[in-house]
């Protein structure tokens, strides 16, 4: 049943209410993206309850949908992985001290640079195409004793609701003759213990997918083991679990998932003696995507042939609409110590468009949204996955802010009393590095607990130079990075000097003991 208009705008709500982000408005100018670290930590956790029946089972974060590494860090306590697909996400992987068997490297067209990353690493490697093996070999060496492949079984992927997607016009992915080719080559040159991946459709709203893909994994892998004779020690779903953008759809159920996984696995493989295989999934969007949302604001009304809404962020700051067409819902807020427009009545009908030279800069079209005032904040919902890292330059413009919503934790240290962070209501807090708008920078930069303040940049040979700059900005990341089993410290990265600058590092999370994982790989046999 279609909903109505006011239905529609309000059937949506964003995790943050009017009063807690004037708050953070006040410290950190528009646009900027907003993260939810206890909407994050709380599906991350029904995530692994969902898939708690299998030993095995391994979440490997899709780096793509979201790098900054203050949220993997999030993610990587409950045991969580990384699926990297680049040299540079290799490198965030290691920056956080992720190594081993805890990436899962899926990459196509791979540089010969990213493949002796992931082997240094000890990643375990995906190979895309059967013509991969020989050029790994050539490029990095031995085929590690962990291995996997990736399938791509060609035709139309369809669930009872119709087409989901068209794996036969995927670049993705090997035959089913090459993925037996490539097992066989793979056991003949030293690999002991396999795995099967597999892509088949993408942002699926629907507790489906993921039982349905089960099913054509877990019997292809029974056949590989009788007829190749190499043992399958992983089944990796990969990602495609979408989340509902549009306020008519309904939220995927994780756990009907994880159940519907686990009767194919029980069906099908523990019948075949191979009631040990692992379950891993990539998601990406599914774990961050509700989590995130850009916040910007009106700053021009034009009434021309339509009527426009022109705010501060662009596709700069959010590109699906401008390239898919991708729907994203709006709330409107309203003015910092105005009326709240959250639950307004519907009235108007807008373009919601940026600033780009780009007439396809718009986040909404003939969107229907209650009256919007000049000074309105407006939140843009769902971009905690392929928003900020999708993010590019054009025109000149520079990347927005990134902020971290946090629960409140009581200070256990006095490095903790020393960090900058802004308290709001509702048992929230907002902590950042440093603004980069010279009016509201902090004295001292926002530092995560157990750390010490970090120096200026603006010091060495070129520091007078440097000062002279200094309304330019400066910006550090911090980044968790595990140091030892036992230990753990923060590593700074340094961004370049940017000019008028809207970037901002959000802080890493509060120290608290990392779950371990059940379950990874057996351990690459030294060479």
């Known amino acids: 049943m279609a909903l109505t208009p006011n239905e529609a705008y309000a059937a949506k709500q964003p995790f943050v209410d009017k009063e807690t982000l004037e708050h953070i408005v006040e410290q950190f100018p528009t646009p900027f993206h907003l993260y939810d670290e206890a ?6 956790q029904e995530v692994r309850d969902a898939f708690a029946w299998n030993p095995g089972f391994k979440e490997y974060f899709a780096v793509k949908a979201n790098p900054n590494p203050a949220l993997i860090s999030i993610l990587n306590e409950y045991g969580c992985g990384c699926d990297c697909s680049s040299y540079t996400e290799l490198m965030i992987a290691r920056s956080l001290g992720i190594t081993g068997h805890d990436i899962m490297f899926s990459s196509n067209d791979t540089p010969a640079a990213d493949f002796e990353l992931a082997d240094k690493l000890g990643a375990i490697v995906n ?4 013509s991969h093996i020989e050029f790994f070999e050539h490029v990095a060496g031995p085929i590690p004793k962990t291995v996997s492949c990736r399938f791509n079984p060609g035709g139309l992927f369809q669930l009872s609701n119709g087409i989901m997607d068209n794996p036969g016009d995927s670049k993705y992915g090997m035959t089913t ?4 080719e490539a097992f066989r080559t793979l056991k003949a040159k030293g690999a002991e213990d396999f795995g099967i991946h597999a892509f088949l459709a993408s942002n699926t709203v ?7 893909l089960a099913r054509i994994l877990f019997e292809l892998a029974v056949r590989l083991e009788r007829e190749t004779g190499a043992h399958v020690a992983f089944i990796n779903l990969s990602g495609g679990v979408g989340i509902p953008y549009l306020p008519e759809q309904q939220a995927n159920d994780i756990h009907a998932i994880g159940e519907g996984v686990h009767a194919a696995y029980d069906e099908i493989l523990v019948p075949a003696g191979m009631g040990d295989v692992a379950i891993c999934t990539e998601m990406g969007r599914f774990m961050m995507g509700p989590y995130g949302c850009l916040v910007t ?29 991708a729907y994203h819902h709006i709330t409107v807020m309203g003015q910092p110590g105005g009326a709240d427009k959250t639950a307004a009545p519907v009235t108007d009908t807008y373009d919601i468009t940026g600033n780009l030279c780009e007439n396809n800069d718009k986040f909404a079209i003939d969107r ?3 009256h919007i005032d000049m000074g309105d904040l407006l939140v843009i919902h769902d971009t905690g996955a392929h928003g900020y890292s999708m993010g590019y330059n054009y025109n000149g413009r520079l990347r927005s802010a990134e902020v971290l919503l946090r629960p409140m934790a009581r200070p256990t240290s006095s490095a903790v009393l020393s960090a900058r962070a802004i308290t709001l209501p509702r048992s929230t807090c907002c902590r950042a590095a440093e603004s980069c708008w010279p009016s509201r920078a902090p004295k001292v930069p926002a530092v995560a607990p157990w750390t010490s303040v970090w120096p200026s940049p ?13 309304r330019r900005t400066w910006i550090s990341a911090t980044s968790r990075v595990r140091s030892s089993p036992s230990s753990r410290r923060l590593k700074r990265t340094e961004a370049s000097t940017l000019t008028r600058s809207s970037a901002l590092s959000i802080s890493t999370c509060k120290t608290v003991p990392t779950p371990s994982s059940p379950w990874a790989p057996p351990a690459r046999a030294p060479r």
């Open 39 to 44: 909407g994050i930590r709380r599906n991350m």
């Open 206 to 212: 629907t507790n489906d997918y993921y039982p349905k």
């Open 297 to 325: 604001k009106a700053i021009h009304e034009k009434q021309i042939y339509k009527d426009y809404i022109g705010v501060d962020a662009s596709a700069v700051d959010l590109i699906r609409p401008a390239m898919y067409g």
């Open 458 to 470: 603006l010091s060495g040979t070129n520091a007078s130079r440097s000062r002279k700059r200094r």
């Open 127 to 130: 190979f895309d195409d059967i």
């Open 177 to 180: 003759e090459q993925l037996f």
């Open 368 to 370: 229907e949204l209650p």
